[in-house]
């Protein structure tokens, strides 16, 4: 991480603060004075900040049933930034695992490990993201079967070169159904339907890989170390 992120991880300091100390030359890197807050480091490495050792606070991870009309932002906007719901420290630190929309609910994870995130957030680790989907109109059951085999081959989204990635679909209802996918392209559950001729009314995230949703609307835990684990493998 940068050099500026590892002193705040470290200290009650801001970032403001953290690169004036950096800048001062308060601040070495394995008995060398750096003062570039952009020099990457490592939790190994021997950091001091005026001859004190620093050590980072442990990553956090957390659990949230996002709400509707909430944006997946630090900051307030259009819509209620999710964080709102939190009471943590050093919230400015956090981000999101994989974004939903304002109108999207469900399932969000939220760190400030970013090689944690990339895990579930990268393409190239396909992570699992499970999806109740609500549909304007109702599938016949030939509809939903043909459906089922375009998802599982992978459909064009407008705008895009290549076919989406494989994709599971389980109908619940006519109009109701649950949708498997382990990518993260914009909008894609609402351009997959829209691809096969169908409109997304309600979309609520279930499931990312082995986590499962289990609280109530604008709660939140921290992830069990076994589920901090399951996205490390």
Known sequence: MRLDKFVCKSTELTKIEAIQHIHFGEVSVNGDVT????????????IMLNGVRLKTRDFRYILMHKPAETICSNL????????????????????????????????????????????ITSPTRQCC????????????????ESVTVRFKNGVQLQGEEGLTRPAKMEVIS???VLLTITEGKFHQVKRM???VGNRVVLL????????????????WRYLTEGEVLSFAQ
């Not at 609520?204 to 709660?219: A, C, F, S, Y």
């Open 76 to 119: 307030d906007e259009a819509y209620p930034s999710l964080f709102n719901y939190l009471v943590v420290d050093k919230v400015s630190e956090l981000h999101i695992a994989g974004r939903l929309d304002a109108d999207t609910t469900g399932l969000v994870l939220i760190t400030d490990d970013g090689r944690w995130s990339f895990n």
């Open 174 to 176: 006519s109009k109701e």
């Open 129 to 144: 993201k499970v999806y109740r989907v609500g549909l304007s109109r109702a599938l016949t059951i030939e509809q939903a």
């Open 193 to 195: 339907f829209s691809a």
């Open 204 to 219: 609520h995230r279930e499931q990312i890989g082995e986590v499962r949703l289990d609280v109530e609307v604008g709660q």
């Open 35 to 46: 003062t570039d807050e952009m020099t990457q480091v490592h939790e190994n490495n021997t």
